[in-house]
């Protein structure tokens, strides 16, 4: 029950910063610049005039009152914890080159980016070699894997839940409500998770629903990649402290089918001229707002509720069968 407080704790006073912080009118958060997206002819386009003008970035303040906090709470008050410590600084790593992107004159090149997110994934994935084991689990199955095959696997997921993650922030309260269910989920799914990454897991849930507050239709804020991008690095983390890291396939499956397909989509089509799912828009919120017509509160409340079914169906794998 004290794990479970504490981390009720944490969501608590995260909300509360949050919605103090969003309520300010800081001057150093930049304004967006629009939304473009590629459509299945190869065009640039801007498909979100509505967020121009909109205060970005914010992504900077929830996620710096949920560091805090967790670093409050877990880092100083139940001891000094130093591999915790080193995830969290990992973490504002991403925050910031997320933010200074959001407010650079120019939008870095996705090489860059995806060369920092590498980086940062590979600090991720040694400090976490450096104190713990390879074990995995898999349902009833469970091996513990040779180094050098975890790394890599580690290095991959880390790296595509921070992109795929990015890809679906996009749409008024759909990354922000996903997560929090999904932070939830891995809280009361994986009761092995370390009380920290649980605590930090309910922490980030209490900030978003803050967030939220602000970012539901008609939004006047937005995370900016100084959000979206340590969302998705820490979903990466919680999967493999819980040590389930394919897990993440079923809880991440919003944001790997909404963002994902489409990063597959563009690297074949630039890379290797291979064209597939040519008349499907993606990210595929944009095929449900542009294509099908639906409305953002639409669009974001189908992806929230496909994440709280997958949440459960992974909840139910797991008590049967893990």
Known sequence: MEIVFTALMAAVIAFV???????LNLPFLPKDGGK???????????????????????????????????????????????????NVGLLFAMTMAGYLDDRAAVHWRDLLKGELDLIIAIGVTAAFMFYNDTEVYFFTWHMTLHPVAYVALAIVMLWCSVNVTNCSDGVDGLCGGVTIVECIAFFLIFPELPKEYGGMALG???????????????????????????????????????????????????FIFDGGVGLVKVF???????????????????QMRKNWKWNVPNTSLCAIGTEAVCSVICGVLVMLFG
């Open 268 to 286: 074949l089509k630039r890379r290797f001229k291979i064209v597939i799912l040519e008349k499907v828009r993606y990210p595929f919120h944009d």
């Open 17 to 23: 910063g949050t919605f103090i912080l969003l309520k």
């Open 204 to 254: 980030l849930a209490g900030a978003l629903i803050a967030y939220l507050c602000f970012n539901w239709f008609p939004s006047s804020v937005l995370m900016g990649d100084g959000g979206s991008r340590p969302i998705g690095l820490f979903l990466g983390m919680l999967a493999m402290q819980s040590k389930h890291p394919f897990a993440l396939l079923l809880l991440s499956f919003v």
């Open 36 to 86: 473009t997206a590629v459509t299945p002819d190869g065009k640039i386009v801007e498909v979100n005039s509505a967020s121009r003008g909109k205060t970005t970035g914010v992504g900077l303040l929830f996620t710096l009152v949920w560091y805090i906090v967790s670093i409050a709470l877990y880092g100083f008050y139940e001891g000094i914890n130093v591999p915790f410590l080193i």
